[in-house]
């Protein structure tokens, strides 16, 4: 299992544990493009609770079957809007709690080990490049890091079709788009959110954007070079750090977070030889 979906399903076992007998008997109720669903179906079949999943009909099958797999009932939809949009339907009329992908203490509390350990494992970093889909990994990873480092730079990446961070720093308030067109499903999150947005306005430096083919790129880079079968979110970081960071990258010791491989062979070489 890699790091991201240790970290997601820490994060979903915290979450689906912490509810209430009446709660688990409801059920939960996710949206995702795949890495979030495929933890919220693992953690609630080892607690015994019924799951729902609504995720983009275009997600990589992979995932879909990996929900399956652990029990979940599966929904899907035309994007990652509507799979939230279901979501917070299912959770008012069928009483399910949502296992929301981004928003919420415990999401941000686990990131946050994230960060700490990064931090622990390599103290001599002082440039964190952090990819960002709603802003539960970010919010919680920069908050561990600036404690632990206040002279530290966090830099969040997201991509120009999917910025609801991006722009929610530049009005100084949380951002819900109306369209999203990215190769990143991972990071296709439709909007940003009060508790991750907050935490992450205080802690992240700056929000940088890359373009899809910047993160075709990366992922060529990391195959070619460390071997690494990386999906487009996994890319990001690399990609940044080789394009809008590459100048303010120079005498930095610096650390990217590679957060995941859930891609099949199929759309990976149908993304890298369309």
Known sequence: MSASRIVQSARSVLGVSGLTEAEKANGVVAASGGNHAIAVAWAAQKLGVSAKITIPKAADPLRIEGCQASGAEVVLCEDIVEAFAVMEDS??????VMMHPFEGCHMTLGS????????????????????????GLISGMAAAIKLAKPDATVIGVETFGADSMYRGFATGAPVRLETISTIADSLASPLAMPYSFEVAQRYVDEIVRVEDDALLTAMRSYQDILRLTAEPACAAALAALCGPLRKRAEGRHVGIIACGSNISLSRYHALLDG
Request: proline fraction near 7%; charge should be negative; glycine fraction near 16%.
């Open 91 to 96: 959770a008012a009329r069928e009483g399910r």
């Open 112 to 135: 946050a080990t994230c960060g700490a350990e990064f931090v622990a494992a390599h103290p001599e970093i002082d440039l964190f490049v952090v990819p960002v889909g709603g802003g």
